[in-house]
């Protein structure tokens, strides 16, 4: 038997997210010459939940747009699996990866949304159901085929086939890429990352958004949400700002802190119910204000 003062002895730690990952149905969305980006399904036991077709959550993972994991929210997607959605994480292009930015993210992003809604009866999925939620600059990707895409006209030809999601749930997102903000010097130029900066893109009519955000974050700081909150505020859209005190970036990790994951976790849930997109669970703790934000 190995000694266990042996460190070349020892099993190294279990990747839960990456461990989860594996139990997922995989599809490729997208094929760029020799490069395939997938998309990581988790299904809804069918015997608990409701009648078809079901909600879908599309979950863009963090990142400056340099690198990330897809495998991130795994443990959200096995959760809100169990609330009756599908659930999908989508691997998008980064720099060190594919030597791309931000608005290559942007377009990979908008390219999931869409194939979401073109297969939407094969996959079993409402069309008008679909919440994007991102972290970081996957929060950013997923905003931006909102905010960026022009509204749609009811004579337009396929006017479901587009790459706007029903609802946002958005994590530290980027939202500035000014020069005050994030992001400014990872755009092709000036001009670029002001046509690109979605606090001056706001308008009416946007989806019901949620954004979670610590007040301690150093990469993104707090200021831009509540910017961003208040511009929607202005325009009667619904944006609800959920802060965390003291929180940093990527405080809602599962193995960052457990505590404010599962915080999020209902936060998200208790939004979600109040869209009418998931049915209350009688089990949550829900309304329950003993856990801290």
């Known amino acids: 038997m190995d000694s266990p003062s042996d460190p070349n002895s020892r099993t190294p730690p279990i990747d839960r997210n990456r461990e989860l990952l594996k139990l997922a149905q995989v599809e490729t969305y997208k094929v760029l010459g020799d490069e395939k980006l997938n998309a990581y399904f988790w299904h809804p036991d069918p015997e608990k939940t409701g009648p078809l077709p079901r909600p879908v959550a599309a979950f863009f993972f963090s990142s400056g747009w340099d690198h990330g994991q897809v495998s991130q929210f795994a443990p959200h997607c096995v959760y809100f699996a169990s609330r009756g959605m599908v659930c999908v ?5 980064v720099a060190t990866k594919h030597g791309t930015g931000p608005i290559e993210a942007i377009e990979d992003a908008g390219d999931a949304l869409r194939w979401l809604r073109i ?6 999925i409402n069309p008008n159901h679909i919440i994007g939620i991102g972290g970081s600059g996957g929060a950013y990707a997923v905003a931006a085929n909102v905010l960026l895409t022009r509204p749609l006209k009811r004579k337009e030809v396929l006017p479901d086939i587009h790459p706007i999601p029903n609802a946002l749930v958005l994590f530290n997102p980027v939202l500035d890429t000014s020069k005050d903000g994030f992001g400014f010097d990872r755009f092709p130029d000036p001009a670029s990352a002001k046509k690109h900066n ?4 706001v308008r009416r009519k946007l989806p019901p958004t949620l954004i979670l955000h610590g007040t301690a974050d150093r990469v993104i700081p707090v200021t831009a949400s509540r910017s961003y909150t208040r511009k929607n505020a202005w325009r009667r859209n619904l944006c609800r700002l959920v802060e965390f005190e003291g929180a940093g970036h990527g405080f809602f990790n599962f193995n960052v802190s457990f505590e404010r994951y599962e915080a ?3 936060a998200i849930d208790e939004f979600l119910v109040s869209l009418n997109l998931i049915q209350p669970d009688p089990d949550s703790l829900l309304g329950d204000t003993s856990y801290t934000m």
């Open 119 to 124: 297969n939407a009866a094969e996959l079993n």
């Open 264 to 266: 999020t976790l209902l």
């Open 89 to 93: 994480a989508f691997d998008y292009r």
């Open 198 to 201: 979605l606090l001056r893109a």
